[in-house]
């Protein structure tokens, strides 16, 4: 991992979600699912005491309470901030704590942890060492973006094909900027291109299915072509990771959504970034260091890419003397696409579901492989 990865700062801020394509199994490429209706069995004679990171007053405390009534007589939950007295007096009892992270200091005080549920989608910060000693089960919150951070790259593709990046500067200017010299001539669109995704996991799916209408023809490649975790959801070729140089060569677009590992630290270097056509767009809403970010920019300069739809960087806040904000062929966003109003609607949902696994003797989904390293 690069030294200047935010991920690797220890003092990076807990309130900053993580976003990338780390085993997904829980939601549909289209939306959360219904619940399963089947009722937990009874937790023992204690009960499961849950602590939950929400402060009691939040609008969002609801989706968990409607998520966990099935549980009624077999939980004991607690909302609480975690930078707050409260949850540090409710960490020594609690069972189960659904938050984005717990310090080391946190995981101290808390003798009883079996399971934290972690809020966020990547974990390569958030399982320490600390925990992974503990033997405490670690699950994340993938399978909540699929919907928007589709939606997000959507909507990269379609303002660079219909050129709203100049005519949005344009109308800064208050300059009516319009150069067709016939009605085939001026802005793209996306029937007939080539999307690559480069990760078919459940933002990867997402993706997939919103990109088929617009008549555009789906690539992608998987470490595991045979584990899908929508099967219903088409793709005109799904091929192995191996195969990657390859279809690199002939993508209009490509999507970047593996999550960050050892393996995939620069997958998309110089050499693959070189493979890449003239007229191809590159998006990145995984992680900032899966992209060598300086060969990006150095294509970018040299005209040999069409342009960038960038919401993650190798250093985040990106700085200021960055030169990605000054170039016309780059849209960035600050590491928003993975923020909706349904967030925490969908994690109470994907919650609940393995909260029933837990008290009934089923694997977790999400849970952390420390092998794959997500």
Not at 15 to 35: K, L, R
Not at 72 to 101: I, K, S, W
Not at 206 to 232: C, E
Not at 286 to 292: F, N, P, T
Request: charged share 25%; net charge negative.
């Amino acid at each position: 991992m690069s030294g200047n990865d935010p991920k690797s700062d220890p003092k990076r801020d807990p309130t900053q979600d993580s976003i990338d394509e780390v085993g997904e199994e829980t939601f549909p490429a289209s939306d959360a699912p219904p619940f399963s209706g089947a009722h937990a069995g009874g937790p023992g004679e204690h009960g499961l005491r849950l602590l939950i990171d929400l402060p009691p007053d939040s609008p969002d405390v609801g989706y968990f309470r409607r998520a966990l009534v099935r549980f009624d007589g077999h939980v004991a939950v607690t909302f609480a901030d975690a930078a707050g007295d409260a949850f540090a007096r409710a960490l020594p009892e609690a069972d189960v704590v659904v938050a984005q992270d717990l310090s080391d200091d946190q995981l101290a005080q808390a003798g009883r942890l079996r399971w934290l549920s972690s809020v966020a989608a990547g974990l390569e910060e958030i399982v320490t060492p600390a925990l992974l000693a503990r033997g405490v089960a670690v699950t994340n919150a993938s399978g909540v973006h699929g919907p928007n951070i589709a939606e997000h790259v959507m909507a990269m593709m379609l303002m660079f094909m219909r050129g709203l990046p100049r005519l949005f500067r344009a109308q800064l200017a208050r300059r009516w900027d319009r150069h067709p010299r016939s009605r085939s001539d001026g802005p793209g669109e996306l029937t007939g291109k080539t999307l690559l995704v480069v990760g078919l996991g459940r933002i990867g799916e997402a993706l997939a299915t919103r990109a088929r209408p617009f008549g555009m023809r789906v690539v992608a490649v998987k470490r595991d072509p045979a584990h899908r975790h929508d099967a219903g959801v088409a793709v005109d070729e799904l091929l192995g990771m191996d195969a990657l140089d390859e279809a690199l060569g002939r993508a209009d677009h490509v999507c970047v959504t593996v999550p960050l590992t050892r393996e995939t630290h620069h997958l998309i270097d110089a050499r693959r970034i070189g493979r890449l056509r003239p007229g191809t767009y590159i998006y990145n809403v995984s992680r900032g260091a899966v992209i060598e970010e300086a060969a990006l920019v150095a294509a970018l300069r040299a005209g040999k890419l069409a342009g960038a739809g960038l919401d993650v960087f190798e250093q985040e806040p990106l700085p200021a003397t960055s030169p990605l904000w000054d170039m016309d062929n780059v849209i960035l966003t600050p590491h928003v696409s993975g923020v909706t109003p349904l967030y925490y609607e969908r994690t109470a949902a994907l919650f609940a579901e393995n909260l029933d696994n837990l008290l009934s003797g089923r694997p977790l989904n999400n849970r952390f492989d420390p092998a794959r390293g997500y």
